[in-house]
């Protein structure tokens, strides 16, 4: 299968990270699951290599066919989306899945290889950073689940992974 610049910058970027991956023949994908601080995480990333685009795409093991916990998670995705400057929260409303997207289009057919690795990185954490609000939604029941605020469950501390600065700015 002959390959974009920016499908091999893609691998280049999970080899460099030494993850085993899955390759999809005819399609440039790739495919991943992780286990990262609070779950693990399905990942794909895609190429759309005539518009030098890619899409990565992070999914949570969890789904749910109640119907107030859909309500629940669709209300954490919107808010938590309102907090993001890349990327979005998407919800499967017939699964009850949650999924983080992200897309960037480069100017050149390689791509920037920081950016793609700062992109899957985004798509890891965030949806590992999700992970224990939406396990939070998931073990509420009856009147808990009803009564449950999303905004007081996004502030709780105890809940949200702490960032060490300086990995932070390692990581930069």
Known sequence: ?????????IKAAFD???WAYEEF????????GLEVFHTR???HAQVFPQWNMM???????RSTDSAARRERLAELAMRTNLTLNVGNIEMNWDTGQL???????FPDPAGDFAIVKRLIHS???EMDRLAPLEAAIHR???????????????????LIPQIDADQEAQNS
């Open 99 to 105: 999924l983080f997207r992200a897309t960037n289009l």
């Open 25 to 32: 023949p005819d399609r440039e994908v790739i495919r991943t």
């Open 140 to 158: 509420a029941e009856g009147s808990v689940l009803a009564s449950m605020d999303i905004t007081e469950l996004m502030q709780r501390e105890d």
């Open 16 to 18: 460099d990270e030494d």
């Open 1 to 9: 299968m002959v390959t974009s610049p920016l499908y091999n910058t």
């Open 123 to 125: 798509a890891i954490v």
């Open 55 to 61: 899409s990565i795409v992070s999914e949570s093991p």
């Open 41 to 43: 995480v399905m990942l």
